[in-house]
């Protein structure tokens, strides 16, 4: 694992911190690198972005992201290559949000630590968890262009709206509140709980 800087995103305020990470089996392509760069940089909100590339490519974090950005966003962006720790980030009280992919793993995470999702969906069942996000009313989508594509500033307006801004109040209120309720009722019964949920969504 290379590391820009360390962790230092997980020593800032409570809930300051968005956590993006798009899984193991998921490569962005280097356009959508950009857009969430420029989403990253434009939202002004500290950042702990996990970059993964495919096996065999030599692609260097510089030379993937846009010219300066690095520099630009300085001591409030932390850039992981290849492996985080997904299952303890997001359980610090610096991490206020999750962009991902909303594969099943990290969706149930999520809930159960109430850190509410900024979702990108890329494909197979991800569609239908960032529906469950979104009905359940902790998490929103980053829309995609009508061509399927990432918009920068989309992203950057969705972070905010979910770590700082007073419009995303019910969404982490509503984070929490699943959170007690999933760990109150134990690891026995969230597949349980889960199964409710996107039983509903497909009725709607």
């Known amino acids: 694992m290379t590391m820009r800087r360390s962790c230092n995103g997980l020593k800032r305020e409570k809930s300051s911190t968005v956590f993006v990470s798009f899984g193991s089996e998921y490569f962005l392509s280097k356009k959508d690198i950009h ?3 420029q ?7 500290n950042f702990i972005w996990v970059i993964r590339f495919p096996q065999g490519e030599r692609i260097s974090i510089r030379d993937a992201l846009l010219e300066g950005f690095l520099e630009r966003v300085g001591e409030r962006g932390t850039i992981l290559e290849k492996w985080a720790p997904q299952a303890t980030i997001p359980q ?4 206020g949000g999750f962009v991902s992919y909303c594969g099943w793993g990290c969706s149930t995470e ?7 999702i900024i979702s990108m969906h890329v494909k197979v069942d991800q569609p239908m968890n ?3 996000v979104e009905y359940i009313r902790m998490g929103m989508e ?9 918009q920068s500033e ?4 969705v972070i905010r709206k979910v770590v700082v801004e007073k419009s995303g109040e019910a969404v982490r209120k509503k984070a929490k509140e699943l959170s007690k309720k999933i760990n109150a ?6 597949d349980g709980v889960v199964k409710d949920l996107v039983a509903l969504c497909n009725k709607k």
Do not use: Q
């Open 35 to 37: 857009e969430v760069a």
């Open 185 to 190: 009722k134990g690891n026995e019964e969230i």
């Open 154 to 157: 989309e992203i950057a307006k």
């Open 142 to 150: 980053a829309v995609r262009d009508r061509n399927g594509k990432l």
């Open 92 to 95: 610090h009280t610096s991490v």
């Open 130 to 132: 960032a529906r469950l």
């Open 39 to 45: 989403g990253l940089e434009l939202s002004k909100v």
């Open 110 to 116: 999520s809930m159960m630590f109430g850190v509410p």
